[in-house]
T-cell receptor
Framework: GQNIDQPTEMTATEGAIVQINCTYQ??????LFWYQQHAGEAPTFLSY????GLEEKGRFSSFLSRSKGYSYLLLKELQMKDSASYLC??????????FGAGTTVTVRA | TAGITQAPTSQILAAGRSMTLRCTQD?????MYWYRQDLGLGLRLIHY???????GKGEVPDGYSVSRANTDDFPLTLASAVPSQTSVYFC?????????????FGPGTRLLVL
């Protein structure tokens, strides 16, 4: 099975940077995903990492270290609309996703 | 573009009753999934289907059944609902099970079992 840990809540100021960490212990690894979920809505895809290193997509970047079982999502130039829950998910060798409980990010003016 | 639709949007159900949550996608994706989302627990996989005609059990399959008669539809049935099945249910689909293909999620069904 999978054990995925991420902080429950984070607060940051508009324009700042926030880093959301995710650690995982898995019985198999076939990629790590980050999703964004606004309150009352469906999760939407943000990023995918399968090899070690940094993937950059505009204001959002995601990093993976497979040997450490560690990933982070970096949100730069925070905007009010970035207030949401961020979900870390690991895909196993059977191609099933296991999700962390999510990190609620609150952006303050 | 419809993507994935789910019905109903929300439902109140008496314990012991049966109910089918509907999920339809128009993207011709091979793989489909059902999750439940509960506060503090995140999304948990109930059942999945890698291709039409096949299904598999996820992390929390007890009390639920699925079928995949065609590519587009993946209904989830609660045979005899219990209060612990109160949750938000999300259906998702992906073009293939592996690779960088992400899962696309439907809008969810909010179910309250009394």
């Amino acid at each position: 099975g999978q054990n995925i840990d991420q902080p429950t809540e984070m607060t940051a100021t508009e324009g700042a940077i926030v880093q959301i960490n995710c650690t995982y212990q898995t019985s198999g690894f076939n990629g790590l995903f980050w999703y964004q979920q606004h309150a009352g809505e469906a999760p939407t895809f943000l990023s995918y990492n399968v090899l070690d290193g940094l993937e950059e997509k505009g204001r959002f970047s995601s990093f993976l270290s497979r040997s450490k079982g560690y990933s982070y999502l970096l949100l730069k130039e925070l905007q009010m609309k970035d207030s949401a829950s961020y979900l870390c998910a690991v895909r196993d060798n059977d191609y099933k996703l296991s999700f962390g409980a999510g990190t609620t990010v609150t952006v303050r003016a | 573009t419809a993507g994935i639709t789910q019905a109903p949007t929300s439902q109140i159900l008496a314990a012991g009753r049966s109910m089918t949550l509907r999920c339809t996608q128009d993207m011709r994706h091979n793989a489909m999934y059902w999750y439940r989302q509960d506060l503090g627990l995140g999304l948990r996989l109930i059942h999945y289907s890698n291709t039409a005609g096949t299904t598999g059990k996820g992390e929390v399959p007890d009390g639920y059944s699925v079928s995949r008669a065609n590519t587009d539809d993946f209904p989830l049935t609660l045979a005899s609902a219990v209060p612990s099945q109160t949750s938000v249910y999300f259906c998702a689909s992906s073009d293939s099970a592996g690779g960088p293909e992400t899962q696309y999620f439907g809008p969810g069904t909010r179910l309250l079992v009394l």
